[in-house]
């Protein structure tokens, strides 16, 4: 297997070493969304910038997402144009610059007597919507009476609707998109580094001490720079304790969970933005086979690398599914898998965590370490823009943004726009008699990269296209572990879990090839691969 690129094990120590050695402008702690976003927004601008990640990248809040670029209709409730006007113009820039990673997706609001939306409410917010998002075209609201939507979506429980409003949003993979981001900002000469925890952080003479584990081997290293980044979504809290100047508690917490169940037990033909009984909307999104059900908001305490997923959560979406469709009830067995994730809200005193905005904030401690927290996946870029602002502002260098210009990895297509591409690589399936794999997936995940994964597959004369998959991954995408190709690679362990297993055992060789693993150490990693899996349907009290 040869190297591509030195975003791999390979080159893991020379990285390192080098990491080590170099004084940096910036050092972004954090591999989420925002720190992400922060990293290619400072690389595009010329600074040295250097991105270090506790796990593995977006292990946390920003894999664990809705999986929806959306503009944020809900918070015209609470008049916060600006952030409708804001998301809604980040949404079309991030379409316009990844289009295999931004998939238009149109949504249906059932209304309903007994709903909080009169029919004239949702038309004239759709409107507004539409008019601060900046949509055009088809894309534009519509608005159905009963039968019109009945029609459109037979499923729905006709006994109190009253019609639905369509309106346009946008699907993504997030995991995907923060590192495919990540990856763009290699090409900008930045570095990221994951599986490198911060245990410590001091500053001597205006520059910044960073002592870090290397979580693969158990090595310390430190690293220095100019400016600090605290990116670290729910963790924000726990690095400025370890900043140790002042004592720190802006955040507060809150769960969403979501589940996922075989498209034949809920065959809707829409995604679905639908009210609860609480007063909550809720999604259920199609997927290839699957559909997919969230989310909760409930505050948590709990453990914040696995937040649990409890029988109260699960019951919440259930009766909230067989509530709303007319279909056979669904309970706890149909379920395939699940995730949950964490949202980071700043604390305001008084309001519970439905109520909360999800705004960013950003504070600077005593020692200049920089911190952001809050915020939403859509607006990302925007976040990046003011942090690397600050930075350019107290440093003096005078380099604008450019981010919204740069065509994220695996989004250009050159002469071909994405369809015809996507029919391209369908046409070469076919050839190859691949009809385990369609090109939807192959483009939702890699983009103009799948041609590659298509020829490692051909020059290696390979059975399985997974085996093509997974020697990219390992060349290409700092991949250390099983779980993690299959959680945050592929996003098969969500999706389409009844061929994990399978496929785990004709990956492994490739690991133990490429990561020179022992037969101990490949069984461990294929043993959190199936308790990973146990854990999707097994839920807490």
């Not at 690389?43 to 894999?63: I, P, Q």
């Not at 029988?311 to 009766?319: A, C, E, F, R």
């Not at 823009?385 to 981010?403: A, E, G, P």
């Not at 990269?449 to 060349?475: G, R």
Request: a positive charge.
């Amino acid at each position: 297997m040869e190297n591509s690129s030195s975003f791999n094990a390979k080159h893991r120590s020379n990285t390192i070493k080098n990491a080590s050695s170099s004084l940096y402008d910036l050092i972004v702690i954090g591999g989420g969304i925002t720190g992400a976003g922060i990293l290619l927004d400072a690389s595009s601008r010329g600074l040295k910038t250097l991105l270090v990640e506790k796990s593995d990248f977006a292990s946390g809040t920003s894999s664990r997402s809705t999986k929806l670029i959306h503009g944020g209709l809900r918070y015209l409730k609470n008049l916060e144009f600006r952030i409708v006007r804001e998301t809604g113009r980040e949404r079309t820039i991030l379409y316009k610059n990844a289009p295999h990673l931004v998939i238009p997706e149109k949504l249906l609001i059932p209304l309903t007597k007994k709903g909080n939306y009169k029919k004239w409410q949702l038309s004239w917010a759709l409107k507004i919507y539409d008019l601060l998002a900046g949509v055009k075209g088809i894309d534009k609201r519509k608005m159905h009476n009963k039968e019109t939507t009945l029609n459109k979506e037979p499923l729905l429980n006709s006994l109190d609707l009253i019609g639905a409003g369509v309106y346009a949003e946008y699907r993504t993979d997030d995991a995907r998109l923060t590192l495919e981001i990540i990856k763009t900002a290699l090409n900008y000469n930045g570095t990221a580094i994951n599986y490198s925890e911060v245990t410590d952080l001091k500053k001597h003479n205006n520059i910044f001490h960073v002592n870090c584990s290397n979580k693969l081997t158990g090595e310390q290293f430190v690293i220095k720079a100019k400016s600090i980044i605290n990116a670290t979504g729910p963790w924000v809290d726990d690095l400025c304790k370890i900043d140790q100047i002042e004592s720190i508690d802006k955040i507060c917490l809150s769960k969403g969970i979501h589940i996922v169940l075989n498209k034949e037990k809920i065959p809707i033909n829409h995604s679905i933005y639908f009210e609860v009984e609480d007063g909550r909307l809720c999604f259920v999104i199609p997927r290839d086979k699957v559909v997919y059900i969230g989310t909760t908001d409930t505050a948590y305490t709990g453990n914040k690398n696995e937040p649990n997923i409890n029988n109260n959560d699960i019951n919440y979406l259930i009766n909230a599914i067989n509530n709303t469709f007319n279909i056979n009830k669904i309970n706890k067995t149909d379920i395939i898998s699940s995730w949950s994730g964490l949202r980071p809200l700043i604390k305001k005193e008084g309001l519970n965590t439905k109520e909360l905005s999800r705004k960013d904030e950003i504070s600077i401690s005593k020692s200049g370490m920089i911190t952001i927290a809050g915020g939403k996946l859509t607006g990302y870029r925007i976040m990046a823009k003011k942090i690397v602002d600050l930075i350019c502002k107290k440093h003096n260098i005078k380099k604008r943004c450019i981010s919204d210009t740069i065509i994220i990895n695996g989004g250009e297509f050159k002469n071909l726009d994405y369809e015809h591409f996507k029919t391209n690589i369908s046409n070469q399936l076919k050839e190859l008699k691949i009809d385990s794999y369609n090109s939807s997936y192959l483009m939702s995940n890699y983009g103009n990269q799948s041609n590659s994964i298509l020829e490692i597959y051909k020059n290696n004369n390979f059975n399985h296209l997974v085996e093509a998959e997974v020697v990219f991954c390992l060349n290409n995408e700092s991949l250390y572990n099983a779980l993690d190709f299959f959680l945050r690679r592929t996003g098969k362990i969500f999706f389409y879990p009844e061929i994990v297993l399978k496929e785990l055992e004709i990956v492994m060789p490739y690991f133990i090839k490429y990561l020179s693993i022992d037969n101990n150490e490949a069984d461990q990693m294929k043993e959190n691969v199936k308790n990973y899996l146990k854990k999707l349907t097994n839920f807490s009290e």
